[in-house]
């Protein structure tokens, strides 16, 4: 079926405006995950869903950012009092089960986001 | 914490070469160790992954990667590299514990010459 989808592909905003970014897993897939990709750099780990409860928190960089899944599917991440230093790929992944160490994460094309 | 080294950041080689990128990682417990690769205009997909068994794994597209337990490494490797290998590869390890949490290296370029 259809992969990871996520909306929008890019998003500009300004210094201390308000963001939502939407992930669409893989039909069926009860595990979700959100990462964050800067310039250079590799995916970082940011929150991960096992059905509609946050299992790990623990990347979140601070209170600003927050994301929820609220039927199990769809997952959106909200960043509030968005600052310049936000500005990355937003990569959304989802597997069939988070609980097992096999399962393989599959990947969105991911969100730019540009906070001017 | 856990981390990921890649001591590459870009590699340029000839179509046929051989290749191999480094990668080591710091954790001394039981880890699962894996290989993404991301082509140009294309989502993150994964190569090949370890979980347990054999240390050699072999992965999509002729590549494979030796797991050395005693050098924390997870080398991948390729004996003869074409143009369609161009790329950004990276390597990535999470707790056996806490499968869930993928943790990134910085990624290495490959560049092949036609």
């Known amino acids: 079926g259809a992969g990871v989808s996520q909306t929008p592909s890019n998003k500009v905003t300004e210094k201390g405006k308000y963001v939502e970014l939407r992930c669409d897993p893989i039909s069926g897939h009860t595990a979700l995950y959100w990462y964050r990709q800067s310039l250079g750099q590799g995916p970082e780990f940011l929150i991960y869903f096992q059905g509609t409860g946050a299992a790990d928190d623990s990347g979140l960089p601070n209170d600003r950012f927050f994301a929820v899944r609220p039927e199990g599917s769809v997952s959106t991440l909200k960043i509030q009092r968005t600052e310049r230093g936000d500005s990355a790929v937003y990569l959304c992944?989802?597997?069939?089960?988070?609980?097992?160490?096999?399962?393989?994460?599959?990947f969105g094309p991911g969100t730019r986001l540009t906070v001017l | 914490a856990q981390s990921v080294s890649q001591h590459n950041h870009h590699v340029i080689l000839s179509e046929a070469a051989s290749l191999e990128l480094g990668c080591n990682y710091s954790?001394?417990?039981?880890?699962?160790l894996f290989w993404y690769v991301q082509y140009p205009g294309q989502h993150l997909q994964l190569l090949l992954k370890?979980?347990?068994?054999?240390?050699l794994v072999k992965g999509i597209k002729g590549f494979e990667a030796e797991f050395i337990k005693s050098k924390f490494s997870f080398n991948l490797r390729k004996p003869s590299v074409q143009w369609s290998d161009t790329a950004e590869y990276f390597c990535a390890v999470s707790r056996y514990s806490s499968a869930s949490k993928i943790i990134f290296g910085s990624g290495t370029r490959l560049s092949i010459r036609p």
């Open positions: 954790y001394g417990g039981t880890v699962n």
């Open positions: 992944a989802s597997s069939l089960s988070g609980a097992q160490s096999t399962d393989t994460q599959y």
């Open positions: 370890y979980f347990s068994g054999d240390p």
